[in-house]
């Protein structure tokens, strides 16, 4: 089994960065590839970015590409999401997901983090 535990949201100025990270128990983060998905007030959890288990594959929604980036450091249990030129529709809650592939589908996951709040002021 594995837990999640998501570091590094707050309060940011639009056009600000902020990074997120989620650190991982057990001893098989490795063998799982991670995503990161986000849930704003009465919308649907929808999908951000993932990466496979070697850190070698990176999927991005089309909404962030180029402004974020997913890695991991398997020797820490952590994975990062770096997110650049923020604006306001960023604002949700995030949550890392670790799961056995790399999928968009919230359903290809099989744990999940609690959340952490990331709002971004105009």
């Known amino acids: 089994q594995v837990q999640l535990v998501e570091f590094g949201g707050g309060l940011v100025q639009a056009g600000g960065s902020l990074r997120l990270s989620c650190a991982a128990s057990?001893?098989?983060?490795?063998?799982?590839?991670m995503g990161w998905f986000r849930q704003a007030p009465g919308k649907e959890r929808e999908f951000v970015a993932a990466?496979?288990?070697?850190?070698?594959?990176?999927y991005y929604a089309d909404f962030v590409k180029g402004r974020f980036t997913i890695s991991r450091d398997n020797a820490k249990n952590t994975v990062y999401l770096q997110m650049n030129s923020l604006n306001p529709e960023d604002t949700a809650v995030y949550y890392c997901?670790?799961?056995?592939?790399?999928?968009?589908?919230?359903?290809?996951?099989?744990?999940w983090g609690q959340g952490t709040q990331v709002t971004v002021s105009s």
């Open positions: 997901a670790a799961g056995e592939r790399s999928t968009q589908e919230t359903k290809g996951y099989d744990y």
């Open positions: 990466i496979s288990w070697s850190g070698g594959v990176t």
């Open positions: 057990g001893r098989t983060f490795s063998s799982y590839a």
